[in-house]
């Protein structure tokens, strides 16, 4: 891989890397946008292009009448994101006729009456769109409570699994003092090494990170530097 070719993979990885990780308390980010993808003519169904894009399609072996499924990923801590799943859970629900919402993070039907708190309807949807704001219900749970009777939610986890993985995960947040500190001792050896292999603007791409993370730089400031280098045209082969 050439010097261009190392830039812009570089860049590029960690614009959508951060883009789409944890980002729910920071500002909108103001970078050029990437060009959205509207549903493929062929397919019987409309989904908004701003709401969410569509990666890929495949179709059933059998022939026949086969149900149409849609998987939706998404940044779990991300206000935005959770606000578009729940626009394109709407579309497919009343514009499409979806009748079923799996979802995860849930082992049984969902029950719209946990959510509500008091009988005044105008106080109970303020209540719910504060939490939905703080991040506290998702965007599935936020549009369960205003989706038709007709509209099945159902949790898909597996009991045993699911906190077999909980588990883990508290396992390895335990431990991340422990790691920091490894990863703090390898880090100087890093550093070394990068100046002699690494070209001028791989470092910028590095540097700016690491003053990202120390809280000196913006995330605003951070995402439009990663979209200048990831974009910008001399660098395209």
């Not at 959508?16 to 060009?35: N, R």
């Not at 059998?62 to 149900?67: D, E, L, R, Y």
């Not at 009343?94 to 849930?106: H, I, M, S, T, W």
Request: glycine share 4%; aromatic share 10%; net charge neutral.
């Amino acid at each position: 891989m050439n010097e261009v070719s190392q830039i812009k993979s570089a860049a590029s990885f960690l614009l959508v890397f951060f883009t789409f990780q944890t980002l729910a308390s920071g500002a909108p980010l103001d970078f050029p946008q990437a060009e959205v993808a509207a549903a493929p003519s062929f397919l019987p169904f409309h989904v908004s292009p701003y709401a969410g894009r569509i990666e890929k399609v495949f179709s059933a072996k059998k022939s026949g009448k086969t149900p149409f499924v849609f998987l939706i990923q998404d940044a779990h801590d991300s206000l935005d994101a959770q606000e578009n799943v729940r626009k394109l859970l709407r579309e497919l629900v009343e514009e499409n006729g979806v009748d079923l919402v799996c979802f995860e993070g849930g082992m049984k039907a969902l029950r719209k009456d946990f959510y509500h708190f008091t009988d005044d309807a105008s106080v109970n949807l303020k209540i719910l769109d504060r939490l939905f704001a703080q991040g506290l219900i998702s965007g599935v749970e936020r549009y369960a409570i205003e989706a038709p009777e007709r509209v099945r939610f159902q949790g898909v986890e597996e009991k045993k699994s699911y906190f077999e993985n909980l588990r883990l995960a508290r396992k390895i947040f335990s431990e991340e003092e422990e790691t920091t500190q490894v990863l703090e001792t390898l880090d100087p050896i890093f550093a070394q090494l990068a100046g002699r292999l690494v070209t001028n603007p791989i470092k910028k791409i590095r540097d700016d990170k690491k003053r990202f993370e120390a809280g000196h730089l913006s995330l605003s400031r951070y995402a439009k530097t990663l979209a200048r280098s990831a974009m910008r045209k001399q660098w395209i082969a």
